[in-house]
């Protein structure tokens, strides 16, 4: 994927079937299930692909326990419906990018003897909802099974534990995985360019073109399309208002921080989930590539891009660490962290607004503007993306194109990297090219079969096989990858969403911002 090329395809391009304005998870699975349904699309975004909430989620890919807990309590038949479709999807992310996402085992321990039976039954229900697809048993541990299997809990207290399983994915490189795919398949795509205002058609107000701004070189481009597609998450109502300034807003956004510990923290591969907080929430404590992820929080926020990690978060999550770890995890033992919106419809003004609304399911819905046929897809969550995705191109079919659904296919699309993907290949990278085992598996989780053009780098260029920053796996060859055949343009592209070393150690990342600075000047 080169940049210049894409807008070179941008300006050629008379009309496309679908503009889809995004390039988070939803954007991108709409884009790439639009062109595997034959639609000429073009999907665009004024950060980067993932550059917002689909970067800075808790990279779980899960039905959501905590729902069904809900949706038992409650009675509530359409978020047990919810659970339930997540759990099926979940094998279908796995499958899929087999390179960048990967089962889970967590487990939830428990202090007394009746939590014991209770986080049994409803993780054995959680499991029983997965039917076939079930990764693995749940099941009820001992102490001793427990601390065997996490021997860093504070065991004084610790009476069991609940063993369980969901799954893992690299958020930002699985979003870029589906816009790789996407373009593979046809669409254009482009990051950095921002959607600016929409002109429509005089007597009917329809929507006709879309002016936007190229942030990188200043330049604006105009795209005609028969469909805009808003997919712009916790941005959703800012698309709305600049189509009918009639809509009222529909979105509220919920903040999540997470921080990142290094792994002494906790060693092995099985993750804590804490059930309740004081204040009702769920934290999980998540062996994530090298570190600990630790979170989330969740609280209402105001609408920004790129939210900061607060102290206030960062003493709150640590709390929780330490009242679960023997050991005691200090302040400065925080490698990273970052703060996400989450986009949550307000369903109760769906009645008062000036639009046809199709509630497909509780978690997410797509609306169509009756005046401008601005498409909206709003609320939903990683797991569910490609769910959301179809449901959008169905509606278009049906309300806007007027025309007989095409078969949705994405659920058998392998991504970008995973075909024939077979992690064993580091060994080759190591025997052939002389790098250390770290580096080659990092290499193969990160880019899948795409992991050799990186080593065919440093073919003629023996320099790019040296260690980016000590003491973590990335290359120097990584960086000219990512700008060359990734679209990387800005650092953050580069040290954040592409090597992800900003997530897994702040201080190491910014040691390297110039040099990557350098990169992307030359390029
Ligand atoms: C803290 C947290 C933890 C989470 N954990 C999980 C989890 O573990 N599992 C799970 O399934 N879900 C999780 N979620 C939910 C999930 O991350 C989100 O539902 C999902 O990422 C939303 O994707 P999106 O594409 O709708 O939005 P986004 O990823 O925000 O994408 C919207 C895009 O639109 C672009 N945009 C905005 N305005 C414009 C414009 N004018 N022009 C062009 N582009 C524009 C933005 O730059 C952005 O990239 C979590 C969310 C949060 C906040």
């Not at 975004?45 to 905590?66: C, E, N």
């Not at 809900?70 to 087999?98: F, G, I």
């Not at 995973?418 to 064993?424: H, I, N």
């Not at 780098?457 to 000590?470: A, F, M, N, Y």
């Amino acid at each position: 994927m080169n940049r210049q090329e894409q807008i070179g395809k941008l300006q050629a391009a008379k009309e496309f079937d679908i503009c889809v304005i995004g390039g988070g998870a939803t954007g991108a699975g709409i884009a790439l299930d639009a062109t595997l349904r034959g639609l000429k699309v073009i999907l665009i975004d004024k950060s980067d692909f993932a550059g917002q909430t689909s970067s800075k989620s808790t990279k779980l890919i899960h039905g959501g326990v905590r729902y069904l807990e809900q949706a038992v309590k409650k009675l509530d038949w359409e978020q047990y419906k919810m659970v339930r479709k997540s759990l099926r999807e979940r094998e279908t992310l796995l499958k899929n990018a087999p390179h960048l996402s990967r089962p889970l085992a967590l487990i939830t321990p428990c202090f007394n003897f009746f939590e014991g039976i209770y986080y049994t039954i409803g993780m054995k229900m959680y499991e029983w909802i997965s039917g076939s697809q079930s990764i693995a048993k749940s099941q009820w541990l001992s102490k001793k099974e427990t601390l065997d299997l996490i021997p860093e809990l504070k065991s004084k207290r610790l009476s069991s534990g609940v063993l369980y399983y969901d799954g893992q994915l690299d958020d930002a490189r699985y979003c870029l995985a589906i816009v790789q795919s996407a373009e593979a398949n046809g669409a254009v795509v482009l990051n950095h360019l921002q959607a600016l205002k929409f002109n429509k058609n005089e007597d009917n107000g329809r929507l006709k073109s879309l002016n936007t701004k190229d942030l990188i070189s200043g330049n604006d481009y105009s795209i005609n399309a028969k469909v805009f597609v808003n997919a712009t998450g916790p941005f959703a109502d800012s698309i709305r208002q600049m189509a009918n300034s009639k809509l009222r807003p529909r979105i509220k956004v919920s903040r999540g921080a997470h921080v990142v510990l290094s792994r002494e923290v906790m060693k092995g591969e099985t993750a804590i989930l804490v059930p309740k907080t004081d204040d009702g929430r769920v934290i999980f404590m998540i062996p994530w590539q090298d570190q600990v992820l630790i979170g989330t929080t969740d609280e209402a926020d105001e609408l920004s891009e790129n939210p900061k990690l607060e102290d206030y978060e960062k003493t709150y999550l640590l709390e929780y660490v330490n009242r679960y770890f023997e050991k005691t995890v200090m302040p400065d033992q925080i490698k990273s962290g970052f703060a996400g919106l989450r986009p949550l419809l307000q369903a109760q003004l769906q009645s008062a607004m000036n639009s046809d609304t199709k509630s497909l399911v509780r978690d997410h819905e797509v609306e169509i503007d009756r005046r401008s046929k601005l498409v909206s897809i709003m609320g939903g969550k990683w797991t569910t993306y490609r769910l959301m995705a179809k449901d959008t191109l169905d509606e278009i079919y049906k309300e806007v194109l007027k025309k007989e659904i095409v078969k949705c296919t994405s659920e058998h699309e392998v991504l970008y990297g995973g075909e024939d993907y077979r992690y064993e290949d580091w060994q080759e990278f190591v025997n052939k090219y002389g790098i250390s085992a770290w580096t080659a598996q990092n290499l193969m989780k990160k880019y899948g079969n795409n992991a050799l053009k990186i080593m065919q780098l440093t073919e003629k260029q023996i320099e790019l096989k040296d260690l980016l920053v000590p003491n973590h796996p990335f290359i120097k060859a990584e960086v000219l990858y990512v700008i060359q055949e990734e679209m990387a343009a800005s650092v953050d592209d580069v040290l954040e969403r592409r090597l992800g070393l900003k997530i897994r150690n702040e201080a190491a990342s910014r040691s390297v911002e110039p040099y990557v600075q350098e990169i992307l000047g030359r390029s």
